[in-house]
């Protein structure tokens, strides 16, 4: 075999080990914006600074009122949007205030997400990043596991998540990167009581379209019913929302047309729960 061809053999070897390489990458530990760590924008960075774009990153999860009871298992979803992009990507930790690792992650869908970590200041930090063609999903990619909480009130816990929403070009360019955090707190024993409920957040609005939004954290399943009252506690309308998984959950129902301007009691049913709201309509 002569010269020439093993150089081109060597050549095609590595330019198909470039591309392999490039099609096989998955998550990356380490880059979430948290304390000693960049952010996803470090590498796809054609359009300058994380959160440049028009997507959004945001994050729920099953507890209530964003507390934790030391031990309990709760369901956390981070949801990357952006129109238009056909594949997304997540890094989450969560970091007491010293940095170090909170609670422990655990994977419940593997065919999405994964747990690789990164030595930060000597400390080996745990991150749900994504699969291979984990966030594969047109608009937006919900990714879902579980934070099992420390086991002993260790006081404030931030969680530190980012995403991608790529153009899935095989490479790192023209994508938009985002980040954001949420600060988790022990639960008070108010805090603790409210475990069994399955509703929290609850708050009500008119928003641009002349509807009443509605906006709460769902623990479980359901289909909740809106009921609307006057100051005196009578009932002007009664309307079912959408069935919802749990997480965050965003509707709307509509305002009776021969309805006046005042103030009104916005209530919400769910499981024999009952929250309300007091909203004033123009």
Not at 119 to 130: C, Y
Not at 171 to 198: C, F, W
Not at 254 to 271: F, T
């Amino acid at each position: 075999m002569n010269k020439a061809r093993l150089m081109s053999i060597a050549i095609i070897a590595v330019v198909m080990s470039t591309a392999f390489g490039i099609l096989s990458d998955n998550g990356k530990a380490g880059y979430t914006g948290s304390q000693g760590e960049l952010n996803c924008d470090d590498c796809h960075n054609s359009y300058g600074n994380s959160n440049s774009g028009t997507g959004t990153i945001y994050v729920t999860s099953t507890m209530s009122n964003w507390q934790y009871v030391p031990g309990q298992t709760y369901t956390v979803n981070v949801i990357v949007k952006q129109t238009g992009k056909p594949l997304f990507g997540l890094g989450f930790e969560a970091l007491t205030s010293t940095n170090t690792n909170a609670g422990s992650l655990v994977i419940t869908n593997s065919a999405k997400t994964q747990i690789k970590t990164k030595t930060v200041s000597g400390v080996t930090r745990n991150n749900v990043v994504h699969q291979f063609n984990g966030g594969l999903h047109a608009d937006s990619a919900i990714f879902t596991f579980n934070w099992v909480a420390p086991t002993t009130n260790i006081g404030n816990i931030i969680f530190y998540f980012a995403g991608i929403a790529a153009n899935n070009n095989g490479s790192e360019n023209n994508d938009y990167a985002y980040h954001s955090s949420r600060v988790v707190t022990p639960a008070s024993a108010t805090g603790i009581l409210e475990q069994n409920k399955s509703i929290s957040e609850f708050k009500s609005y008119i928003n641009s379209e002349g509807r009443i939004a509605i906006e709460f954290q769902s623990a479980t399943a359901d289909q909740p019913r809106i009921n609307l009252y006057d100051m005196k506690g009578r009932m002007i309308s009664s309307q079912l929302i959408d069935s919802h998984s749990m997480g965050e959950v965003k509707s709307s129902i509509s305002i009776p047309a021969e309805l006046k301007s005042g103030s009104y009691i916005v209530s919400i049913l769910s499981k024999n729960q009952k929250l309300s709201s007091k909203i004033f309509i123009p």
